[in-house]
């Protein structure tokens, strides 16, 4: 009697074991949207091959193959004409370093696999275009759609969000879905790519979004 509980309590933890493997997430990560990148899929941060070239302030012209090269580059060598594009690919090397080094996977997410307009609306307002630090101060504990004067928002697909507001023009890409925390939950890594409306002025941004529990709120606990 003693044997046969010992081999149905080895076949409960087995099967428990497995059942909680299954339902580990699994990771992401939005490759598409990695302009320049011509290695296709990594499983290293080295390995990633890019073919992106920008001009310098001397009039010469630097061809970037790979992160690393990215990461050492001085932005102020970059033209100013092209220094958005490269610190959106400075961002996309930082995305791809985060999923590559720091990440692991999730045993569960409170994030649906499909954003909805609801969801967006949810985000914190620091998730928005911050300009300084008075604007930051004014955006905390909102979220996006009680902080902005008007709000449009349109899902373009599963990782891309296009969002009007009163001032500009945002587009946010999930560049990452993992847990970069190691708290075991799924976290979302989020490129935002703004330009002010009826301005010159626009900008690139990359941070992290949590969400710990079906009812709490979305916070924003890193940002590059």
């Not at 373009?156 to 190691?182: S, V």
Request: charged share 25%; aromatic share 12%.
């Amino acid at each position: 009697m003693r044997q046969v509980l010992i081999w149905l309590m080895l076949t409960f933890t087995i099967i428990g074991c497995a059942t909680n493997f299954n339902k580990m997430v699994e990771p992401e990560f939005n490759w598409k949207e990695f302009t320049g990148l011509v290695s296709g899929k990594v499983d290293r941060y080295e390995d990633a091959v890019l073919d992106y070239g920008l001009d310098t302030m001397e009039n010469g012209a630097l061809h970037f193959r790979n992160c690393p090269q990215v990461e050492q580059t001085n932005e102020e060598t970059i033209v100013e004409s092209q220094y958005y594009f490269f610190k959106l690919l400075l961002r996309n090397c930082k995305a791809l370093k985060l999923y590559c080094q720091e990440g692991q996977r999730a045993r569960t997410s409170y994030f649906q696999k499909a954003l909805t307009k609801d969801d967006i609306r949810q985000w914190p307002a620091v998730a928005g275009p911050v300009m300084n630090d008075e604007d930051m101060s004014r955006r905390q504990g909102k979220t996006l759609a009680a902080y902005e004067t008007a709000f449009d928002v349109s899902i373009q697909g599963q990782n891309a969000i296009k969002l009007t507001t009163g001032t500009d023009h945002i587009m946010y890409y999930i560049m990452a879905r993992y847990d970069f925390n190691q708290d075991g939950i799924e976290d979302l890594l989020v490129r935002m790519s703004w330009h002010v409306r009826d301005a010159f002025g626009k900008g690139t941004d990359l941070f992290i979004l949590e969400k710990t529990s079906p009812t709490s709120p979305i916070t924003l606990t890193w940002r590059f």
